[in-house]
């Protein structure tokens, strides 16, 4: 047996073999799950298996890198809108497919400025903007936060006030740089995300009602369908990987 096993290694026939047992997992994850997946990887690693690599942008970025080839096994989405994009395009394993956490729309400000803003029918954003601010958000033609941010604009019925204001960002997270680095006065991201930007503090939340419910789906996608993708996204839904949610600020779905 042993002389089988050494023939066929200098023959290169369990290079595949052995290349793939030690292959771990790439994951494309919105922004906004950077910080969760980021310590969930790490004890997906701590339990024996191989360490994950994470792309995290915008989930429209991501998803049109999987439309043109990119590998990964698993693709988590901010929002159905680009998760329904790819199933309808046969590119994820629609029986993989589930909500894993929802989250909450905000409007932050730099803490040494708070000024609180009462997000109701009519509100007015000169409060938090000034005169001349912009309103940091995640770009509305295409990134989650924005497009949760137009639809919560339009029914408070600030839309057509506030719009030629925005500062749009090509992910929720460099919306909330702007706001951090002082170059916006605020700016519409999730309560997540100001709960690891120490110096941000949240001036208003968004009524559940005014915009859709904010889910993120997760599956495996068909190129990169594997055993231990699938293992991947059932560990999202375990207790421990339900802790880190948590703590971030995350909401059931």
Known sequence: MRLLIAAMLSAGL???????????????????LTDAFNDIGNLWHAKGHPNVTFNFAASSTLATQIEHGAPANVFASADELWMDKLAKDHRIKSDSRVDIVGNTLVVVELKAHLKPISLKPGVNFDVVLGPDGRLAVGDPSHVPAGIYAEQALRKLG????????????????????????????????YATDVAVAPG??????????????????????????????AAFVAFLQTEPARDVFRHYGFTPP
Do not use: C, K
């Not at 500062?167 to 680095?181: T, Y």
């Open 14 to 32: 369990l290079a595949p073999m052995a290349a793939h047992a030690e292959q771990g997992l790439t994951v494309f994850a919105a922004a906004s």
């Open 158 to 189: 600030a839309w057509n006030r506030v719009h030629a204001r925005l500062a749009p960002a090509d992910s929720v997270r460099s919306a909330l740089l702007l706001v951090s680095h002082g170059e916006a006065p605020a700016g519409i991201v």
């Open 200 to 229: 941000l503090g949240v001036a208003g939340v968004f009524p559940a009602d005014s915009h859709d419910p904010i889910r993120y789906p997760v599956a495996v996608t068909r190129r990169g369908a594997t055993a231990e993708a």
